[in-house]
């Protein structure tokens, strides 16, 4: 690992001539430049364009301040569902063998290749009023589509993979040895989970949890599909900022559209963040390993 | 006496010993919320349209409206998905060979589209083509409109799928051996060669896996999209709003008839996608 990063830095670059060097830097600069950067600058002066006073009443609006609030207790029970689950898949795929993995890992990975529209529908046809269980429901006066329950579901399908996927690959490489060592000097489950796995799955879990939010957080179209754009109730952060958008109120769009792109800033910097300490965790392992032989 | 023995001792290889605790636990919880959350509301759509007979089916899904929004829907993401190939390759490519200022901040802005939620890039990048915004006002006077229009579909999915390409390459590239170009230019090869005969052989699996990634991400598309489209029936109104449409229509069996064939290319893209991944790690084991 260390030798592979040296190499890098010291790799002869660069056999191609300086122009070629300097044109593809050029491209792919230009290509980001009009994007990425120019539309997330956009958004940010779109926002204050007609100044701080519209930007503030705009985010302290009664039915923003409302959507905040629904999007940020969906999140907040959407990602601790997935968390769980996440483990719990990730624990019996790396550290056990058994028919069929491949198939549920494929399984696992489904709600990513479906389109968000799709991922609302679905739960229409299970609880809407033709639905399955739509008559029953209506029976006992439980609302679930277009209304809080429908949307926290249909955000737990969407974010459904994100932990799970980036707990297997990392617990897959530690393997089992620190475990089992602890399991045959007589530690429970639970204490080994606790102090042997979870201190080596922290940031792995973390970086899983915050790109979970960040989705749970900006879902749209299937979210869009199960609310019912009741203003003030059903409205979550995205939905807010299409109806202010759709009544031409662009600049009250764009301030609280703002705002959940500072949230994917503060997700991208954390997940750098998270990289660098993977990075050089997997480092150390591999200098106390190279010490040890 | 000797004959009996043997059993006993294999008895261990057919049922090891787990010193793992917690396998039943977690893989049964896996497989609970599994089917809870993912196969019984996945499977309510095949299950809605059983109870559609084949002609209604039919036509439902080959009605002239949703072919046009299916040669709209696929045409847009496959010339996106291309887009993405080329300079996401030239991206992918300048920041692992080259070193410039800013590129650390650049790495780590490649992953905006997957962070920013779809809402946001949608009205966004509506107000830069516009007839007034900042692109649009230097475009409309040469006779090029991006906003509600197909091109400005485009533009959107292009954004959407910039990571994927970038991100699967990049891996690839990094672990590519340095001795390998070495030893060739060593042995006379021009920089086109190089590329050509040791690097691009190298990246294809990776470029195509992000590729398919970028394609079926966009195929699949709302958020982003409706705001830019212009939604005109016939020609600019994509599969997912169609879908959309039928249910306000209150047409569930309609809806689910499309979204039935949406399902069905997405499992076939995954089904791809899987494939190349593993040619990919074949290729990278050699």
Redesign the interface.
Known sequence: MSR?TL??ST???????RW??AL??A???I??T???????A??FV?AFSKGWATYLAAITDPDAISAIKLTLITAAIAVPLNLV?GV??A???A??E?RGKSF?L??????F??????SG??????F?A???FGAWLQEHDIRILFAVPGIV?AT??VT?PFVARELIPLMQAQG?EE??AA??LGAS?WN??RRVTLPNIKWGLLYGVI?CN?RA?????AV??VSGHIRGETNT???H??IL?NEYN?AA??AV?SL??L???L???L??FIEWRLQLNRADDSATRSTEH | MAVTAPPILFKPQKAPF??????N???G???F??TL??????S??FL?TFTMTWPAFWSAVTSERVMASYRLTFGASLIAASINVV?GA??A???V??T?PGK?F?D??????????????G???T??YSSNG??GQYLEPLGIKVAFTPLGIVIAL??IG?PFVVRTVQPVL??LE?EI??AA?SLGAS?LQ?FSRIIFPAILPSLLTGFALAF?RA?????SVI?IAGNMPMVSEIT??F??TK?EQ?D?AG??AI?VV??VV??L??LSI?LLQAWTRAKAAK
């Open positions: 592979a190499s890098h790799r002869p670059a660069l056999k191609e001539p070629v060097r593809f830097i491209v792919a600069l290509f980001l009009l994007f990425l950067f120019v539309p997330l956009a958004v779109q689950f719990c898949a624990w019996c795929i550290k056990f058994f549920l494929t399984l696992i990975d489904l709600p290749s479906v389109s968000p529209v799709i529908l679905i739960y229409v046809l299970l809407g033709q639905g399955w579901l737990v399908f459904f089992n475990e089992e399991i045959v489950g080994t989970f790109l960040a957080m900006g879902e749209f179209g869009s599909v952060m995205p939905l900022v299409e958008y662009f769009a764009f559209a959940l792109a949230l994917a800033l997700t991208l910097a997940k750098s | 787990r010193v793992m605790p917690g396998f636990l977690s893989l919880f896996t497989i919320y599994l959350i993912v196969l019984i509301p996945l309510a759509v809605k300079f030239i991206v490519w300048v920041l060979r080259y410039f650390r650049i780590a802005l490649v992953d905006l589209p997957f962070a920013l939620p779809t809402a946001v890039a009205i966004t990048l107000a830069l900042w692109f292009t954004f910039l990094e672990d340095p170009e070495e230019a920089s190089v079926a195929t699949g598309e709302y958020g705001f997912p709003l879908i959309i249910l209150y569930y809806a689910t979204a949406m399902l997405s499992f893209m995954l899987n």
